[in-house]
T-cell receptor
Framework: EAQVTQNPRYLITVTGKKLTVTCSQNMNHEYMSWYRQDPGLGLRQIYYSMNVEVTDKGDVPEGYKVSRKEKRNFPLILESPSPNQTSLYFC?????????FGPGTRLTVL | KQEVTQIPAALSVPEGENLVLNCSFTDSAIYNLQWFRQDPGKGLTSLLLIQSSQREQTSGRLNASLDKSSGRSTLYIAASQPGDSATYLCASFSSNTGKLIFGQGTTLQVKP
């Protein structure tokens, strides 16, 4: 079954404690991306990757890092999380046509 | 800057009504437009995707249209049901930037 998985699904952490949200897809897609969703602001792209070792900033990259060492995985790294990064995060994997989204990770930074 | 706007932000209808959700976009180099459904606290489910060369796509009670010249797309839901209650998001995918830009969504409530 084609799918995008994210872990963890829920995370509560404290300011400054580094964390990683993993994303994996089994569709051999080259293009992957991360979004955050906030009330009143909708979905905004954080980072995207067009292939292995190729990443670029989206619209709201500040405070985030990503890596793409292999095609199937695209982790999102928060080196020093802050409360304004409390949000619902989605990973997506894309063909030339269609986007497939993961189930989301709800992050709370205290 | 590319923008996607959805009107209305919220809509409440009685069960059985036909309804139209609107989406407008500013990207003149749109590659495709996609409609998603999102249930509260859940992920996004793709409903329909329309390529820039197409005018419409249909899936069951759903029909999506695309008019590139006017920068508009509509999602038509026939014979609405309470199970259709959700937030509907449209997103334009740009062939120039490779970015997917989302509207803020229309939250639909279908009352029994």
């Amino acid at each position: 079954e084609a799918q995008v998985t994210q872990n963890p699904r829920y995370l509560i952490t404290v300011t400054g404690k580094k964390l990683t949200v993993t994303c994996s897809q089994n569709m051999n897609h080259e293009y992957m991306s991360w979004y955050r969703q906030d009330p009143g602001l909708g979905l905004r792209q954080i980072y995207y990757s067009m292939n292995v070792e190729v990443t670029d900033k989206g619209d709201v990259p500040e405070g985030y890092k990503v890596s793409r060492k292999e095609k199937r995985n695209f982790p999102l790294i928060l080196e020093s999380p802050s409360p304004n990064q409390t949000s619902l995060y989605f990973c997506a994997s894309t063909t030339s046509n269609e986007q497939f989204f993961g189930p989301g990770t709800r992050l709370t930074v205290l | 800057k590319q923008e996607v706007t959805q009107i209305p932000a919220a809509l409440s209808v009685p069960e059985g009504e036909n309804l139209v959700l609107n989406c407008s976009f500013t990207d003149s180099a749109i590659y495709n437009l996609q409609w998603f459904r999102q249930d509260p606290g859940k992920g996004l489910t793709s409903l329909l995707l329309i390529q820039s060369s197409q005018r419409e796509q249909t899936s069951g009670r759903l029909n999506a249209s695309l008019d590139k010249s006017s920068g508009r797309s509509t999602l038509y839901i026939a014979a609405s049901q309470p199970g259709d209650s959700a937030t509907y998001l449209c997103a334009s995918f740009s062939s120039n930037t490779g970015k997917l830009i989302f509207g803020q969504g229309t939250t639909l409530q279908v009352k029994p």
